[in-house]
């Protein structure tokens, strides 16, 4: 699909569109067919996000032999990708597909169940939901909503993002117009730059028209297909903000309760494989595509300083006083993930990050 088509699709919806929806027989459990009505944050097609949730959309199908019916509809196609949580905590429609993190402005503890600054990297987020209490709190804050949510896809560390000048220090993020939703933008808010949260649809736009000054969102293979090298020509790593982002098949919780545990756990099952290969998928593409974001669009590839990201840290730390002071649930989902993040990174510590340290010692990698 080409970009502009893509994006001019992605970013509305039309008011025909919307009857035609409203119009519709409402989805529900029968004896022998189950219809879902499953909106997403992504616009439809695009690479990875997208067509990961089409995918698991698909394998539920073929998993159920047909028996479970999943009607997809992407950003802007039944109601805009923020909207997506509204629409199924009122059983309006049945799930969705999309980064918790956007909720965050209803309790602060959803950003966790995507990412946060200084956060759990993809194994390591799976060992905190799977094996160290996180799906339980994660079900206990997303009852609260009528939600409940599984695991559903990663896109693993991401960049630290795209910017119309260099970084050098932390003063240069001063009055900066960013798009970076969660708590990273609050991060970036106490280093005196202005977060801006907006659908991808809608980012290249706002950073060609110089309404956004720079934005992160995934990693080289979706930026490249975004193609915010022709506004933007510094590339920064690592992403502070999302080191491991976890997707989300959130479901209405009352039509979930329905079901039968069979076909909870079909459901579960679609959605623990799409978490493992969506992020095979980004593993298997990013390299690629940075080297020829480097060599055929001639972007500067840039780390952060070490004293820009020891101000990261900082304000992080004063961004995670505010979201725990925030409830005994925000400070409850802090506490464990801290854990999680002390006892299962400092292993990786020992294993992985050793490991590959070395082995690109030897290999002059």
């Not at 698991?56 to 509809?73: L, T």
């Not at 506004?231 to 959130?250: I, R």
Request: hydrophobic fraction near 40%.
């Amino acid at each position: 699909m080409k970009r502009r088509k893509f994006i001019k699709t992605a970013g509305l919806a039309s008011a025909g569109g919307a009857i035609a929806v409203s119009n519709m027989a409402a989805p529900a459990i029968a004896k022998d067919r189950i219809e879902i009505a499953m909106v997403a944050t992504w616009p439809r097609d695009f690479p990875g996000l997208g067509t990961g949730a089409q995918r698991m959309a698909q394998r539920i199908k073929d998993m159920s032999d047909g028996r479970i019916q999943i009607q997809y509809f992407a950003a802007g196609e039944r109601v805009g990708a923020f909207d997506s949580f509204d629409e199924v905590a009122s059983g309006n429609a049945q799930a969705y597909h999309a980064a918790d993190y956007y909720w965050k402005g209803k309790h602060p503890g959803w950003a966790y169940f995507t990412s946060v600054p200084f956060g759990l990297t993809y194994t390591e987020m799976n060992a905190w939901i799977r094996f160290g209490g996180g799906q339980q709190l994660w079900d206990e804050l997303a009852g609260g909503f009528g939600i409940k949510a599984v695991m559903a896809g990663s896109t693993g560390v991401q960049m630290g993002g795209w910017f119309n000048k260099e970084i050098n220090t932390a003063d240069d993020l001063k009055g900066l117009k960013m798009r970076i939703p969660g708590l990273g933008g609050d991060v970036m808010a106490k280093l005196g730059a202005s977060p801006v949260s907006l659908p991808g649809g809608q980012i290249y736009e706002n950073l060609v028209s110089g309404a956004i000054d720079a934005t992160e969102w995934v990693g080289p293979w979706n930026d490249s297909f975004m193609k915010f090298y022709e506004a933007a020509k510094y590339y920064y790593f690592p992403g502070m903000h999302e080191p491991g982002s976890m997707l989300s098949f959130g479901m209405n919780a009352s039509f979930w309760s329905k079901l039968s545990k069979n076909d909870q756990i079909l459901i579960e099952s679609a959605a623990s494989m799409e978490n493992d290969v969506m992020m095979s998928e980004y593993n298997a593409k990013n390299g690629a595509a940075l080297a020829s974001l480097i060599k055929d669009q001639g972007v500067e590839l840039r780390e952060f300083s070490d004293e820009i990201y020891d101000s990261f840290g900082v304000a992080a730390n004063e961004v995670f006083d505010e979201v725990r002071g925030h409830s005994a649930l925000a400070n409850k989902i802090h506490e464990s993930f801290l854990k999680s993040r002390s006892e299962v990174g400092g292993w990786a510590n020992i294993a992985d990050v050793a490991y590959l340290r070395q082995r690109n010692r030897v290999l002059g990698l």
